[in-house]
């Protein structure tokens, strides 16, 4: 526990949110330039035979980084990854108000009645 006056071990909130951020996209852009593709030649490869641009995957990554300067659906897939997972954080997201604990956000209910079921909806948290 820090006392007052001293620097505390965490770092602030917001700092560690832009962090967590930076890595997350990090890490996806990553996963849909190098991951992705070698998944993509991979199902084609099983489902519809070789690769028509060569024989190896290596001929696959080469024609995927150049159409990276050529197309934007390539962009689309690189990109892909990190758009799904900040829409599924968009529509799974906490809608009460932040600071505020859960037992007072509850309305107050008489201790005579029981509580009636409530239906909890699943939530993505990153």
Aim: net charge positive.
């Amino acid at each position: 526990m820090a006392l007052p006056g001293e620097p505390s071990a965490s770092p602030p909130a917001g700092r560690h949110s832009l962090r967590f951020e930076a890595w997350l996209a990090l890490g996806l852009i990553g996963f849909g330039l190098f991951v992705l593709p070698a998944l993509i030649y991979a199902t084609g490869s099983l489902l519809l035979g070789a690769y028509g641009g060569g024989e190896h995957i290596g001929s696959f990554y080469g024609d995927f980084f150049r159409d990276l300067g050529a197309t934007p659906q390539t962009w689309g897939l690189v990109l892909g990854p990190y758009v799904l997972v900040q829409l599924a954080r968009l529509i799974f997201r906490d809608r009460s108000e932040p600071g505020t604990p859960a037992a007072s956000r509850e309305p107050a209910r008489p201790s005579s009645t029981p509580a009636p079921r409530e239906r909890r909806e699943p939530t993505i948290k990153l």
